[in-house]
């Protein structure tokens, strides 16, 4: 029993040197150029990591959720990346977590209207209204909500976020609290929160 209780109080000593050791490592990965392999992530590089001192000076990060179905993020990707400004995203996220980086980081997409909503129904908007805006802002879109629109993310999708997000907080220095659901800061589809659930995670697992 003594040498039980020993073996636990050395193991739960262990586990935080362990844990900060993989925090270091993850941000080492996330100031990498080219396509890194960063573990517990399935990246799909359509367009590698440049020098991250010239990537545009990403302030927020913006979750969308499309209203195509399971595989659809892949097209996505793949068309954004032929016509990186169209109307999409940076980083695209399929419900089984595979995550597709699909335009250069100097490159800015279509993506948010404008930063419209100014009515506090989820945030104070007095920081975000016509502010955090796609000049400054990268975006994410989690694929999938479909025919539902309702239904949440995947366990896949949410297991990758858990990993994407630390990883774009670290390569941008982003805060916790500069993660914004679409909804929050745009006025969307009134049927669902759309990027809500994610971006809520998001701003816990970073306090």
Known sequence: MMMFRLFAAVLAALLPIAAA?????????????????????KIVWLAP????HNARPWRNIIVH???????????GAQAQAKNPTRR??????????????????????????GANRNDNKYI??????????????????????YPDV??????AQVAAWKILVRVLRARYDIP???????????????????????????REWGE
Request: proline share 6%; hydrophobic share 35%.
């Open 21 to 41: 050791a993989a925090d270091v490592e993850l941000a080492r990965l996330a100031r990498a150029s080219g396509t890194p392999e960063i573990p517990g992530l």
């Open 49 to 52: 990591w440049g020098e991250v």
């Open 65 to 75: 959720q499309t209203e195509g179905p399971a595989g659809s993020a892949r097209g």
């Open 88 to 113: 999409g995203v940076t980083v695209w996220v399929e419900t089984d977590g595979t995550v597709y980086w699909a335009v250069a980081e100097t490159l800015v997409p279509t993506h948010g209207d």
């Open 124 to 145: 104070d908007n007095r920081p975000t209204y016509r502010q955090v805006v796609r000049d400054n802002s990268i975006g994410v879109e989690f694929a999938g909500n």
């Open 150 to 155: 309702t239904a949440g993310p995947t366990e």
């Open 176 to 202: 916790p609290e500069r993660v914004y659901a679409h909804n929050w800061i745009d006025y969307k589809d009134a049927r669902y929160c759309e990027g809500c659930i994610l971006a809520t995670m998001a």
